[in-house]
């Protein structure tokens, strides 16, 4: 059973203006969360994290929400570049330390 | 710094034979962890190694195993190969006690069982 869900597999987003990525989980220990992006052919780097003691997260053209009672998490990218197309991938841990349980990742392609 | 680095980058093999894989952690990481990710799916996680013992261990069978090195890097090891074993094999480095975000990932192996 997946703890960690990306429900979409891909979004396509025009450059300037906003992409949002979703994703669910199902483990109610969870309580730190974290975006990485990923380019083919490279590991994948760390993009933002979140605490689950936070809402809101903000890292310059990034924002990550938390909505525990939902279970839910959002990455927003404004505005979005050409250079941010990758695939992105939501995890969740228990502790700041903990392995990581990440999601299928959804596949963003910004155009110019 | 050359980041953490994995061999090979590319490696087939046959059903039923063993594989090793190896990772170079980071500069000033000591704690190496390996993940699965296979096709159209996220990272896996396998198991992660401290101080050259086997610290965690995610839902994978006895057939993979691992090494830690006194120099902190490491090695992946799978016997008796199947064919759903065909993946991208990632490495990733942490300082101990260091937070997920100061984890950093190698490129990976991409792994073909025929």
């Known amino acids: 059973d997946q703890q960690v869900k990306q429900n979409s597999p891909s979004l396509s987003v025009q450059e300037g203006r906003i992409s949002i990525l979703n994703c669910d989980y199902t483990?109610?220990?969870?309580?730190?969360f974290l975006w990485y992006k990923k380019y083919p052919a490279e590991g994948p780097t760390f993009l933002i994290s979140i605490s689950s003691i936070k809402d809101k997260n903000e890292d310059g053209r990034f924002t990550v929400f938390l909505n525990k009672s939902a279970m839910h998490l959002s990455l927003h990218i404004v505005p979005s570049q050409p250079g941010d197309s990758a695939v992105y991938f939501c995890?969740?841990?228990?502790?700041?330390?903990?392995?990581?349980?990440f999601g299928k990742g959804t596949k963003l392609s910004v155009k110019p | 710094d050359a980041g953490v680095t994995q061999s090979p980058t590319h490696l087939i093999k046959t059903r039923g034979q063993q594989v090793t894989l190896r990772c170079s952690p980071k500069?000033?990481?000591?704690?190496v962890s390996w993940y699965q990710q296979a096709l159209g799916q996220g990272p896996q996680f396998i198991f992660q190694?401290?101080?050259?013992?086997?610290?965690q261990r995610g839902n994978f069978p006895d057939r993979f195993s691992g090494h830690q090195f006194p120099n902190y890097s490491s090695e992946l090891n799978v016997n008796a190969l199947l064919l759903g074993d065909s993946a991208l094999y990632l490495c990733a480095s942490s300082p101990d006690q260091g937070l997920n975000t100061e984890a950093f990932f190698g490129q990976g192996t991409r792994l073909t069982v025929v």
């Open positions: 483990n109610s220990m969870f309580d730190y």
């Open positions: 995890a969740s841990t228990h502790g700041s330390q903990g392995n990581l349980i």
């Open positions: 190694y401290y101080e050259e013992e086997e610290r």
């Open positions: 500069s000033g990481h000591d704690t």
